[in-house]
């Protein structure tokens, strides 16, 4: 390394930031804290939305997996489409030992996904009463950033599992730059007032979403960046891509206290006991023993000092050296009268005060000494050596077998600078007064958050891995520290104008996601205030908190970078509900379930409720008459915990009043019904079904997302009382006459621009249709219909952005519309919209848009506005008199686009995928009798067949679905075409009776019986 070139790069880059405050802020601001340095790694979100972790279980290998072990479940990853956390009933796997179990389950179970191992495992079960094994991915030696196999066991048996394993890794290639090169790039943009010698660290390999929508693997040089700005220090782990240059991910590795912001204080809130500990320890005469005590501060810089015992202190007695205990006391092998000179140094901590350690003179006599040693340094420095002592035994008494901090931690005391406190890797460092804070030194929890930072380093480097994610660093330090004091305040007296903390647990709670702000000391108060409203709601008693933490606490969940900190707290709560569990079998509860589930959803974490609504959308139906919704649904752990109802919300006019509607079910039943009353003829009504909590969430939204505001996806609509009018199927029928695709001056996207073609779709992973972006079938058809879509894609495995909307919009324009020859118009149409697919960049940041207009155009209005995607064909329908004036010169649009922000990541652009099909305009019935209405409308030929069969008399783009008459199974589903006609493939069927079902030309629910023979 060229170091003297690096300084002269580094002196182009000066500048300082003060990190100090004058007094003590009255209210939380992260933006105070946050480091305008950073650089997050722009991953894409591993952990899906509950609504799409459905599919992705069905249409994924866990799905095979899980039907031979049917009450498991599993939390999805979308980045590699494999369970990230399995977790059920205690499984038996073959082997002698734990590496060999967890191997054999590779070979055996894993395999089936795709995945091979023959590498090392790290093997961990000193702590808790559950046992891991982990593996990390490698290529050619090259780790791969965030692939890895994760294993728990209970009693020799798998209770839980991770694959977040990549299995189309790509080593990039080309030429590298050079080492200064890189250091510059690592370099870029920093402004440290000190630098120091940069650090080379390992290569790896990591994902990330490219510009075409697919993963693209970056080749990346870790290299950490070292200097200072003011008197704070830095250490920036930096990760620069060896072939672009381009700066990745860049985060300060030195973690510190922060009393730069801090929570409103709080009257009401309650002292709580503080553990002493020490008490004299007479000895029997004539050896040297005694107790070593000193004026110290127990716990905070307002409260008067006191003489405790010096705990851990090494005395090195001539001829009986001796370590005092935890409450100060010794016991020498020496006797008579003995002079030495006493360190303020120990088992767990040697305390330094510009670069010197206080020592003392010490004459011992024979038989017990009663010793005061406020001649050894100050009270800052005999302080801070007790309290590093005291988490150290702490963190011991709860993991006897860990041994990574067994060695005596540097404690520097007055280091340069003021109002903070940090852990460096190698030391834990406190300021004295200044700024208007006092000495953090003085401050006990202070002490014991920053040695907790040493313990989360230091522990998951015992496990071969990196605690990465800075929120959980933060919280899981305070953690620590409350357990240690019994407090729910982190710094009180850290300034000297006022009594109060940095920190408080017992105000509200923070909450995911609504206050992740990306800022970890503001982050961590979620997942560490989780921890301690759980520790509240089982009663307060911390060695039982603590048995469920040192449990959970090898589960490498802090593993990951920076903003997925949703992955992490739910990854904390599935192994705590697992550090809970007695018998093996999560599925049938824990004794603290209900505690446990209640701490962490107070805070926004939770367990998906892996609850799935089954239910077919009703589409039709006749007027006057009461609409009946059915749906089943099963309720499993933990969500039977605090599950409240499945709930059925409907709307009858646009833009009107949602009703809510709990839905009837006799017990041990999983179905549920609910009455929708009858509705006039020409009537549209929205509806979609949830599954409500006791804490007010509701999960199982049924169409996704369907409840999410403010952009909300498209509920299921019924049409009451109507028939189809005017048909546009891009097939057969073309009613409205020319749409128009694309207009030129006005449409600036460069691809993606709508045409009317045979969809060729296109997948993200090659021929996996769970990874499905561009749509491979038109709504009407199938394999051979026509659609209007966002440009058609050169083959379904080119790739998933090789023709989407690019770096503008597309519009498609429908022709002008004559509504003022219909009673009372229904326009409905069938749309794809991909905006956030799991493997594309800047997810939901691009609008799907339609606008309407009854002047031909010269003014349009919004009927669709949103940022909500459904990778699926979903129909639209509204009543146009509920929304605009039905006119002469009625017209619709339909804008895709994909926004560009220059400076962003990939300068802001989108996978961006949408289609158009099967847009119908319905009007009112015309009259029937009572007796025509209730006759079945459908029929078919040939019946029986030995192969095809054809029915007629659907109403044009319904659904028709196909059950057996014996099982009752659905064997096929499809649309009927714009003549009401649906083409039944029965030839791929066994012999018997089928029951054909939809909704006729009346609107009404029918059925046709197929006989099939072979």
Partial sequence: MNYRLFLFFSALLIASTTIAQSESPAIYDPAIALDPFEIRLKFENSVPLEEEQAVLREQSEWSAWSSEHPSWRSVMNASTRLPHRAFGPALEVPGNNLTEKAASFVANDLAAFGIEFDGEWTIQNSTGRHQWAFANQSIEGIRVEGGNIITKWWNDQLVMWGADWFRDVEIPTGEQLSLMAIEEAASAGLELDEWSAPQLDIVRLVALPGVQGTQEWHLVQTIFINGRVGAIPRRYETWVDVHSGELLMRQNRVVHIDGRVSMPASDSKPERVVKRMGLDSPAEAMVISGVIKSTINEMYPYEAS??????????????????????????????????????????????????????????????????????????????????????????????????????????????????????????????????????????????????????????????????????????????????????????????????????????????????????????????????????????????????????????????????????????????????????????????????????????????FSYAEIDHSPVEFAPAEEVLLIEAETEIVFPYNLYFDAVRLWYQTEAGGEWTEVEMENEEGSSTFTASIPAQEEGSVVAYYMGITDDFGGIAAVTPFASANAPYPNLPNFVLVGVEPILVNDSDEYSDFGGWTTGLPGVDDATTGIWE????????????????????????????????????????????????????????????????????????????????????????????????????????????????????????????????????????????????????????????????????????????????????????????????????????????????????????HEARANGSGQSRLPAQLWASGLYKVTGWNTTGASDQWTLEVLK
């Avoid at 019994?486 to 109060?500: L, R, S």
């Fill in 756 to 971: 009317e073609s045979i969809p060729v779709g296109s997948y993200a992973e090659v021929n996996d249709p769970s990874t499905i972006v561009a749509p491979t079938s038109d709504h009407t058809i199938g394999l051979a219909g026509y659609a209007f879509i966002t440009g058609l894609n050169p083959g379904v495995n080119d790739g998933i952005g090789a023709n989407d909307v690019d770096a503008g919009k597309t519009t498609l324009v429908s022709p002008i519309i004559d509504l003022t020859a219909f009673e009372d118009p229904i326009m409905t149409y069938w749309r794809w919209y991909a905006n956030a697919p799991a493997s594309g960049a800047n997810p939901a940041s691009d609008w799907w848009q339609v606008e309407i207009s009854n002047d031909g155009g010269s003014n349009w209005q919004y009927l669709e506005n949103t940022l909500q995607q459904d990778i699926s064909w979903r129909r639209m329908a509204f009543r146009v008199s509920d929304v605009i004036e039905p006119t002469d010169s009625f017209q619709m649009r339909f804008i895709a686009s994909d926004s560009t922000t220059l400076g962003e990541y990939l300068d802001g652009g989108s996978l961006i995928e949408a289609a158009l099909d099967d847009i119908v305009l319905y009007d009112l019935t015309q009259t029937q009798s009572i007796t025509e209405a209730q006759k079945s409308q459908v029929s078919g030929y040939p019946n029986p067949t030995l192969s095809e069969a054809t029915t007629s008399g659907w109403m044009p783009g319904s659904t028709v679905r196909v059950f057996s008459a014996t099982s009752g199974q659905l064997v």
């Fill in 306 to 607: 006191i003489e405790m015992p010096l705990p851990m202190l090494f005395l090195p007695i001539p001829g009986g050296s001796v370590t005092t205990d935890i409450d100060g006391s010794f016991i020498s092998t020496a006797s008579g009268s003995e002079f030495t000179v006493v360190d303020l140094s120990g088992s767990w901590s040697t305390v330094y005060t510009g670069g010197n350690t206080p020592q003392v003179g010490v004459q011992f006599e024979d038989g017990y000494n009663d010793v005061n040693l406020d001649a050894l340094g100050n009270v800052k420095e005999r302080s801070a050596y007790r309290s590093v002592t005291l988490i150290h035994e702490h963190m011991k008494s709860y993991m006897p077998n860990f041994n990574g901090l067994d060695f005596s931690l540097t404690t520097n005391i007055d280091v340069e600078g003021e109002c903070n406190a940090f852990y460096d890797g190698i030391s834990v460092n406190f300021y004295d007064t200044g700024g208007g804070c006092n000495p953090t030194s003085l401050i006990a929890d202070v002490v014991w958050h920053e040695y907790g930072h040493g313990i989360n380093d230091y522990y998951y480097n015992s496990l071969g891995a990196g605690f990465n994610n800075g929120a959980m660093n933060e919280g899981y330090a305070d953690l620590w520290a409350m357990s240690l004091g019994d407090i729910a305040e982190i710094g009180k007296g850290f300034y000297t104008d006022n009594e109060d903390g940095i920190r408080k647990y017992d105000a509200d709670p923070k909450v995911y996601p609504e206050d992740l702000v990306g800022e970890v000391h503001a982050d961590g108060e979620i997942i560490c205030g989780a921890w301690y409203d759980t520790h509240l709601l089982m009663g307060g008693d911390w060695d039982a908190t603590m048995e469920l933490f040192i449990d959970a606490y090898p589960g490498l969940q802090a593993t990951v970078q920076n903003g997925n900190e949703g992955q992490a707290y739910t990854d904390v709560l599935i192994d705590v509900l697992q550090a809970d569990d007695d018998d093996g079998d999560l599925s049938n509860g824990t004794p603290n379930a209900a505690a446990i589930v209640e701490g962490f959803d107070l805070h926004g974490i939770s367990v």
